[in-house]
């Protein structure tokens, strides 16, 4: 990715800088029914495989759908990928209302420009700490680029964690369903377990799913089955973990829950 017109972008981050509003979105559901809470969500990116059809590639991104609104929630490595997984699934670009970004690496940023080509009249949330990289993408007078730094309610039920971590800041979704707290994770470079932790400040409600990538593929089985423990002593009901988890943690994760793990790939659709 490239970081031309620095002074252009640093330009537009001050101008949107000025929204105080964020949003964010996550929603699941089943192959054969909804949520009771009316909310869906869709793995259209993933390097871990769940639906044949879909295309495989490095990255993450999910919609989450609601009676009310759509969310993008990252946007993976590449445009091409992501619009034709969307399409595949059913899911047109133009009913997202907000793109929700959790980190600027581009396995999780890439995708933006293709996908705001198709639908720019969308708000864009992004950590507070980015600052040229996702506005060199973003070149049109329709699309809203509003930071998010601390904790906040986006909309009702629906939080961010706000920037959590020192070297690499990320933010996670979280959704407060009358089930419990479902949470949303990019890349979980933060630590999963300090992200499940601030959830549950925001809600004060049990972890009924954790989803998303753990980033665990570089951990040893030892720590890995440490985190497991101290997931399961939180309360955590369900997981579904892919991308950067690792094959070796994935295992793990799904001996450790047994039929409350939920395969979490590309085309997966989930539900607490």
């Given at each position: ?60 991104s ?73 506005h ?27 920037e ?27 630590g ?58 994935i ?22």
């Amino acid at each position: 990715m490239t970081y031309r017109r620095s002074n252009q972008v640093l330009s537009f981050l001050r101008t949107c800088a000025g929204f105080l509003m964020m949003a964010g979105i996550m929603v699941f559901f089943t192959p054969t029914a909804n949520s009771d809470d009316g909310m869906r969500i869709s793995v259209v990116y993933n390097n871990v495989a769940f639906a044949d059809e879909m295309e495989l590639d490095w990255g993450f991104s999910c919609v989450v759908r609601s009676p009310a609104r759509a969310i993008l929630f990252d946007t993976g490595g590449d445009g091409r990928i992501l619009l034709k997984n969307m399409a595949k699934l059913g899911i047109d670009p133009r009913e997202v209302e907000a793109v929700f970004l959790s980190h600027k690496h581009r396995d999780h940023i890439g995708g933006v420009t293709d996908f705001l080509c198709q639908n720019p009249k969308v708000a864009v949330y992004v950590p507070q700490s980015f600052s040229s990289t996702l506005h060199e993408k973003v070149k049109n007078p329709y699309t809203k680029i509003i930071p998010v730094s601390g904790p906040n309610r986006l909309y009702e039920n629906i939080y961010s964690t706000g920037e959590m971590g020192t070297w690499l800041k990320e933010q996670s979704l979280v959704l407060d369903t009358s089930k419990g707290v479902v949470v949303i994770t990019g890349c979980a470079h933060p630590g999963i377990l300090n992200i499940v932790r601030k959830a549950r400040q925001l809600v004060h409600k049990d972890v009924c799913l954790v989803m998303g990538g753990f980033h665990l593929f570089n951990k040893n089985a030892s720590e890995i089955d440490r985190i497991i423990r101290t997931l399961k002593e939180m309360g955590v009901q369900k997981v579904a973990p892919s991308h950067c988890t690792g094959e070796e943690a994935i295992l793990r994760f799904k001996r450790a829950w047994g039929e409350n793990f939920i395969p979490g790939g590309c085309g997966a659709h989930l539900s607490p």
